[in-house]
């Protein structure tokens, strides 16, 4: 096999993994999606409520994520801050939810946080980030 056909491979299988998170993080987005962030936490607490295994099931893009590391063997500065990036994503949720929902203990800051409106491409925000992350971390 010479260098050139060993890159195109490369390359497609780069492509497809990006495209893997790219899915994931859409189906991150529509599960999530609300008008504020008070909804956002509302609908993760039902799973949460239920599971925190469960609340973590409907976080796929971490998963495809540590899916990717594995197979591919990367490793590097960027995987390791996307990796870092989601993490953190789940964990302040979870510390929201906590606060909100179960010990029922909000500022007056965070309430009026909770309660902004969020615009329809917030949501979207993840889909064009981490998969150009993703990318930028597999070349």
């Known amino acids: 096999m ?5 890159i195109q491979i490369w390359v497609k299988s780069t492509m497809e993994y ?12 529509f599960m999530q999606r609300s008008e504020t962030l008070f909804g956002v936490l509302q609908k993760l607490y039902i799973y949460y409520e239920k599971s925190i295994f469960l609340f ?4 796929p893009g971490f998963y495809v994520i540590l899916y990717i590391v594995l197979v591919t063997g990367v490793l ?6 996307l990796l870092a990036l989601k993490i953190f994503d789940m964990f302040y949720k979870i510390e929201l939810i906590k606060k909100v929902f ?4 909000v500022s007056g800051e ?4 909770l309660e902004w409106k969020m615009p329809s491409w917030f949501f979207l925000m993840g889909v064009g980030m981490y998969p150009p992350l ?3 971390a597999l070349i």
């Open 2 to 6: 010479d260098k050139w056909h060993f």
């Open 18 to 29: 990006v495209l893997l998170l790219l899915l994931a993080e859409l189906f991150e987005a």
């Open 56 to 59: 973590f099931l409907i976080q």
């Open 76 to 81: 590097n500065m960027s995987m390791i801050f």
């Open 102 to 105: 179960i010990e029922r203990e």
């Open 110 to 113: 965070i309430a009026q946080m």
């Open 134 to 136: 993703l990318y930028y």
